[in-house]
T-cell receptor
Framework: DTAVSQTPKYLVTQMGNDKSIKCEQNLGHDTMYWYKQDSKKFLKIMFSYNNKELIINETVPNRFSPKSPDKAHLNLHINSLELGDSAVYFC??????????????FGEGSRLTVL | GQNIDQPTEMTATEGAIVQINCTYQTSGFNGLFWYQQHAGEAPTFLSYNVLDGLEEKGRFSSFLSRSKGYSYLLLKELQMKDSASYLCAVPWEVFSGAGSYQLTFGKGTKLSVIP
């Protein structure tokens, strides 16, 4: 069983479109994350979310919005896609212990290409 | 805030030993992680240090000096499959006193192992 799974693995779309990437974890973790890895391979956090709070990295445009139907899912919705959004998006989860983040478990990544 | 610095690239010979350094500046220390990421794959957890000293795990060891804001990852008996990026990461408290942490990654060190 895959611990953290995300779909789709590859997504090619036109500028201006809206798209979503789904993520599910079966580890029973209380916190999920979205990271963006650009062409220079820099892994940058976008959001972290648990059932108590959503923490948004201030550099993330508001065209990006996380949606969590339940504790095991954190989807990423992107409006009005731009060329600069092309990247690999990684979902991850961890279990917090008194606020301290434990080991992150990553999904396989979703490679988004905006044309 | 936090600042993480590690070399961009390193090359080493199969069978040799390589040390990958990481320096960090963070307000409030909550441990340091090392992750490995092969090209086209997700990062995977290697080690976590919260106390000073060396932690050994097979061919890989990780060292931490909190007073110096310094860590290194030591890879022994290098194998071709160790060619990957190695990411240093530290949790940082998003809002002071709130107890919410996010894991922030350095830009990674791309290690090439040559015959």
């Amino acid at each position: 069983d895959t611990a953290v799974s995300q779909t789709p693995k590859y997504l090619v779309t036109q500028m201006g479109n809206d798209k979503s990437i789904k993520c599910e974890q079966n580890l029973g973790h209380d916190t999920m994350y979205w990271y963006k890895q650009d062409s220079k391979k820099f892994l940058k956090i976008m959001f972290s979310y648990n059932n108590k709070e959503l923490i948004i990295n201030e550099t993330v445009p508001n065209r990006f919005s996380p949606k969590s139907p339940d504790k095991a899912h954190l989807n990423l919705h992107i409006n009005s896609l731009e060329l600069g959004d092309s990247a690999v998006y990684f979902c991850a989860s961890s279990q917090l212990d008194r606020g301290r983040t434990g080991e992150l478990f990553f999904g396989e990544g979703s490679r988004l290409t905006v044309l | 805030g936090q600042n993480i610095d590690q070399p961009t690239e390193m090359t080493a010979t199969e069978g040799a030993i390589v040390q990958i350094n990481c320096t960090y500046q963070t307000s409030g220390f909550n441990g340091l992680f090392w992750y490995q990421q092969h090209a086209g794959e997700a990062p995977t957890f290697l080690s976590y240090n919260v106390l000073d000293g060396l932690e050994e795990k097979g061919r890989f060891s990780s060292f931490l000096s909190r007073s110096k804001g310094y860590s290194y990852l030591l890879l022994k008996e290098l194998q071709m499959k160790d060619s990957a990026s190695y990411l240093c990461a530290v949790p940082w408290e998003v809002f002071s006193g709130a107890g919410s942490y996010q894991l922030t990654f350095g830009k990674g060190t791309k290690l090439s192992v040559i015959p």
